[in-house]
C-alpha cells in the first residue's frame, strides 16, 4: 500500500482544511487508516484514526470534536476534516496504515502498530 497525503497550507486560527489520504494498492479496506503530526521540535503525535470498514473512529483529547476522519473506500481515500484550527495545531501531517481492518483489541494509536507510511503535508495555523 502506496499512501500520498495532500491539502496542507496556511490558514487563520478558526479556520478549517480538509486533507486527503490517497492509496493505491489492493484491499484497501484490510487497513486501518491513522493520522499524526509532528510539530517542530516535537515528538510524533497521534491525531486519529478510522478503521477499515469506516465504522469505527478514534481521536486525541487535544483534536476532539474539531477533526473529523472519514474513508471513500470506493475511491480509496481518507480525509480528515479539521475545524476549528488553532496554532497548535500547526504541524506536518501524515497518513498510515495498519493491517487489521477491525479493531477488536481497540484503535491502533501507536505509530508502530502502522506499516506503510506516507509522505506528510504541512498544515500552518497562524494567530
Known amino acids: 500500500v502506496q499512501l500520498q497525503a495532500s491539502g496542507g497550507g496556511v490558514v487563520q486560527a478558526g479556520g478549517s482544511l480538509r486533507l486527503s489520504c490517497a492509496a493505491s494498492?489492493?484491499?484497501?479496506?484490510?487497513?486501518?487508516i491513522g493520522w499524526f503530526r509532528q510539530a517542530p521540535g516535537r515528538e510524533r503525535e497521534f491525531v486519529g484514526a478510522i478503521s477499515g470498514n469506516g465504522v469505527n473512529t478514534y481521536y486525541a483529547d487535544s483534536v476532539k470534536g474539531r477533526f473529523t476522519i472519514s474513508r471513500d473506500s470506493a475511491k480509496n481515500t481518507v480525509v480528515l476534516q479539521m475545524n476549528s484550527l488553532r496554532p497548535e495545531d500547526t504541524a506536518v501531517y501524515c497518513c498510515?496504515?495498519?493491517?487489521?481492518?477491525?479493531?477488536?483489541?481497540?484503535?491502533?494509536?501507536?505509530?508502530?502498530?502502522?506499516?506503510?507510511w506516507g509522505q506528510g503535508t504541512l498544515v500552518t495555523v497562524s494567530s
Open positions: 494498492g489492493r484491499r484497501f479496506s484490510e487497513y486501518s
Open positions: 498510515a496504515a495498519a493491517g487489521g481492518g477491525l479493531w477488536y483489541g481497540g484503535a491502533p494509536l501507536r505509530a508502530e502498530e502502522y506499516v506503510y
